[in-house]
């Protein structure tokens, strides 16, 4: 389902109390295979590169101070200087100093202080806190999502959103062409009825595009901001999948239409003013309804905890994803541990590298990924890798009891990341995302916890096992990595 290139319905698919017809549903399907092969065309016409190409910092000593914001604004030199050494000292490892030190050129936003943040598991827990924030707003509602689903939690989203625009509040909607290609128009011909103002982030009919059709490039991010004061973001989508919690199924057959493991993050403070900036130039590049007086989007900051928080995105018109190089400098940079969890996973040769060479220096690195998929291609592409990966003691678990698909890490125990940042070409090269890294022990530790709930329900690959597979889980490993750049 996050293949740019989607799945369209699990079963019958309602709107409202009304099915859809079949010949719409085949109509979507065939659009769908259509996009599918216009889109593989124009990527196998270029050569796919051996790694990413991004531009990794410049060696240590060539940058200036580390921007950095509290509730009060900008700190200057001599505070953030004084911020940034008390960072360092916290934790076992020197990951936190080297994040501020080699990361300030390569990211747009600055680190923000005084924030709080509450972990997410899954869709039930996360959707609930979404639509509490929703139904508490007051003037301003920004969502940004890849799929937006018509069924519930769609229509409850729609009936709410309603609601707050005719107490006044004003709801900007945010979908992408593709992700979102199976919803009913009428889903969305609803919303702006309601005087919701709903745009379609690179629209599959390239008469509707603002200036170039760019079907490749997909808004895959997952954002919400209320009030300019709440922020969500994570892997959550507005979709049907997430209607169960994959830690309540252990007695049922794993499917992909259900039950999905995925995270997400809520935060409070100076940081959300990130998000809204992020939002807000998407929406005016994509040629949506101009927003008028944005500074009313931008309220006076308070200061909602202690934990430092950075937002870094992936823009294709940037030229890279900023997340790729973070991500890759806190692997090269741990000592001690690196717990990854990824729905899909199908890294490059410089993030594959540096893993292994992790593992080798002694690093505890694990992987929690997918046991099946919705897609195969990337599924066995992303286990093409698993034997130099075991070898060299990376310690692989596979989730087979839900279909995973969370985006997380945390490092040494300090240093923690969710958003919606795949380890794939597609998320590094062709997406646009977001994702928030906390520098912060007390996060790192939840975050470690977690990760734990997913090892212990997960089953662990070893080397001799996977040495062991028979022939036709190698063939299908060769032929998806012909079309692993696709994918």
């Not at 889903?187 to 309601?194: D, G, I, K, R, T």
């Not at 890759?328 to 969890?341: D, E, G, K």
Request: proline share 5%; glycine share 8%; aromatic share 10%.
């Amino acid at each position: 389902m996050e293949w740019p290139y989607p799945r369209f319905f699990h079963g019958e698919t309602k709107f409202g109390q009304r099915r859809l017809e079949p010949s719409r549903r085949r109509f979507a399907v065939r659009a769908g295979h259509l996009l599918a092969a216009a889109a593989a065309l124009v990527l196998a016409a270029c050569a796919a590169p051996s790694s990413v190409r991004v531009d990794l910092p410049p060696p240590a000593g060539a940058y200036g101070p580390v921007r950095m914001v509290d509730e009060r604004g900008l700190l200057d030199t001599r505070q953030a200087a004084g911020v940034q050494r008390r960072l360092a000292g916290n934790g076992d490892s020197d990951l936190v100093a080297h994040h501020l030190a080699h990361i300030e050129s390569a990211v747009k936003a600055p680190l923000a202080l005084g924030n709080e943040a509450r972990l997410l598991i899954d869709g039930p827990q996360t959707h609930e806190a979404m639509f509490e924030a929703i139904a508490r707003a007051r003037r301003h509602i920004n969502l940004e999502t890849y799929i937006l689903e018509a069924d519930d939690p769609g229509r409850r989203l729609a009936d709410l959103l309603e609601k707050k625009r005719a107490e006044g509040v004003t709801v900007n909607v945010l979908y992408d062409g593709v992700g979102s290609i199976a919803t009913p128009r009428e889903y969305f011909q609803e919303l702006a009825a309601a005087g919701i103002s709903v745009c379609e982030f690179n629209p599959v009919n390239p008469l509707k595009a603002e200036g170039n059709w760019r079907i490749n490039n997909r808004d895959h991010r997952k954002i919400l901001i209320v009030d300019g004061e709440t922020a969500f973001t994570g892997g959550i989508n507005i979709s049907a999948v997430y209607r169960s919690s994959s830690f309540a199924r252990k007695f049922r057959r794993p499917t992909p239409k259900e039950g999905w493991r995925d995270t997400h993050v809520e935060v409070s403070g100076p940081v959300v003013e990130e998000f809204q900036r992020l939002f807000l130039d998407t929406w005016e590049k994509q040629g949506c309804t101009p927003i008028l007086q944005k500074t009313a989007y931008f309220p006076r900051q308070e200061r909602r905890g202690d934990k430092p928080m950075r937002l870094v995105a992936a823009d294709p018109g940037a030229g890279q994803s900023e997340f790729y190089v973070v991500l890759l400098s806190a692997i090269n940079q741990a000592a001690s541990r690196a717990w990854l969890t990824y729905g899909y996973f199908v890294p490059d040769q410089r993030m594959i590298d540096a893993l292994r060479a992790a593992a080798r220096r002694g690093v505890d690195v694990r992987l929690v990924l997918p046991g099946f998929s919705d897609f195969w291609a990337p599924f066995h592409a992303g286990r093409s890798r698993y034997g130099k990966l075991l070898a060299d003691g990376v310690r692989i678990f596979e989730r087979r009891d839900a279909l995973l698909h969370a985006k997380t890490a945390v490092i040494d125990g300090v240093w923690a990341s969710i958003g919606s940042t795949n380890l794939d070409w597609r998320s590094f090269v062709h997406n646009y995302e977001a994702d928030l890294i906390i520098l912060d022990p007390t996060f790192a530790g939840e975050m470690e916890g977690l990760f734990r709930l997913d090892e212990n329900a997960s089953h662990e690959v070893r080397l001799a096992e996977w040495q062991r597979r028979g022939l036709l889980l190698r063939l299908k490993e060769w032929v998806a990595l012909w079309w692993e750049y696709l994918l």
